[in-house]
């Protein structure tokens, strides 16, 4: 059985509405959403890997739109921003008893994220870091899956050895990122792929209750 997993979170323990984000904030600054995700997503790396905050990304993404990044419209933005991924984001109902019964089982936790700055406030909000023993997030660790310094900074974080440990996560090639540094992996799939179609080598499942039978 496997001593600890590391758990991602986007798609796999919470669902979030980036969609409706953008378009309530593209509403907001009277600009087109296709032009605006174009821009936005040209600084994601550096988000990811901590390198730029999202209201840096703000500050690039307006002038590349014809919007002078008034101070005040950056943060005007970044308070949206924040509101609405609290607002537009749920966590899946099997999120909890899932953390829960691995605690139950002396079973460590690391939620592993590709994620900007404000994700560990919002992680925070829902009363999910209290059921895990870390978090482990790209733009704090300047890493991102599926690389494997990621995954080595929870496994040490966690101080357990990757052969004892498992990847949970919705992305097959962040199940493979996690099996090319010694661990096993298992895929979520909720709904519909979404384009993901599940990898070879490594277990799928629905539901995150069926996940413990598996370790």
């Not at 758990?7 to 907001?28: H, K, P, Q």
């Not at 949970?168 to 799939?189: K, L, P, T, W």
């Amino acid at each position: 059985m496997a001593s600890a997993c590391l758990v991602d979170v986007y798609n796999t323990i919470l669902d979030s509405d980036f969609d409706a984000r953008v378009r309530v904030l593209t509403g907001f600054v009277g600009v087109d959403s296709g032009a605006w995700l174009a821009e936005w997503l040209k600084t994601r790396f550096e988000r990811d890997r901590g390198k730029l905050t999202v209201a840096g990304s703000f500050a690039q993404t307006l002038p590349a739109l014809g919007i002078e990044p008034r101070p005040e419209l950056v943060a005007d933005l970044v308070r949206m921003d924040a509101e609405l991924m609290r607002e537009l984001t749920h966590v899946y109902d099997d999120t909890v008893p899932f953390l829960t019964r691995l605690r139950s089982r002396g079973i460590l936790i690391a939620l592993v994220s590709n994620c900007a700055d404000t994700t560990r406030p919002m992680l925070d909000d829902l009363g999910l870091i209290p059921l895990a023993d870390s978090v482990i997030l790209s733009c704090e660790v300047g890493s991102a899956k599926p690389a494997p310094e990621i995954y080595v900074s929870a496994l040490e974080d966690l101080g357990v050895a990757a052969t004892d440990a498992v990847m949970i996560d919705d992305q097959r090639d962040f199940c493979v990122g996690a099996e090319a540094v010694g661990m096993r992996a298992i895929q979520v799939v909720r709904g519909d792929l979404d384009g993901q179609a599940p990898g070879p080598g490594f277990p799928v499942v629905r539901s995150l209750l069926d996940v413990p039978a598996l370790l």
